[in-house]
């Protein structure tokens, strides 16, 4: 069992930046892959970016390439995602998900998803 938990969401102006924390406990924190995705009102859960167990690697969707970056600290348990140029388009609630996975990062689907945390709301105001 991993239990997951978003930190750092909240308000920004376009043009901004937030930093999401996701702390891990539980099981082997190197034995996932972590990944990002989010979920605006009405709209369905997307992928946003991955980070393979080493962090040597990432995966990100096209709308966020340039402006977030994903990363992981294996001795804090913990993952980031750094989103710099934020847009009102990205709008959303925030989930971190880990998939057990030992390859190189790749894009990640929902249902492949082993945990998740519970989100945190990013709003980007005009």
């Known amino acids: 069992q991993v239990q997951l938990v978003e930190y750092g969401g909240g308000l920004v102006q376009a043009g901004g930046s937030l930093n999401l924390s996701c702390v891990a406990s539980?099981?082997?924190?190197?034995?996932?892959?972590m990944g990002w995705f989010r979920q605006a009102p009405e709209r369905v859960r997307e992928f946003v970016a991955s980070?393979?167990?080493?962090?040597?690697?990432?995966y990100y969707t096209d709308s966020v390439k340039g402006r977030f970056t994903v990363s992981r600290d294996n001795a804090k348990n913990t993952a980031y995602l750094q989103m710099n140029n934020l847009k009102p388009e990205d709008t959303a609630d925030y989930y971190c998900?880990?998939?057990?996975?030992?390859?190189?990062?790749?894009?990640?689907?929902?249902?492949?998803?082993?945990?998740w945390g519970k989100g945190a709301l990013v709003t980007v105001s005009t």
């Open positions: 998900a880990a998939e057990r996975f030992r390859g190189t990062a790749q894009v990640m689907r929902v249902e492949a998803m082993d945990y």
């Open positions: 980070v393979s167990w080493t962090g040597r690697s990432t």
């Open positions: 539980g099981r082997a924190f190197t034995d996932y892959a």
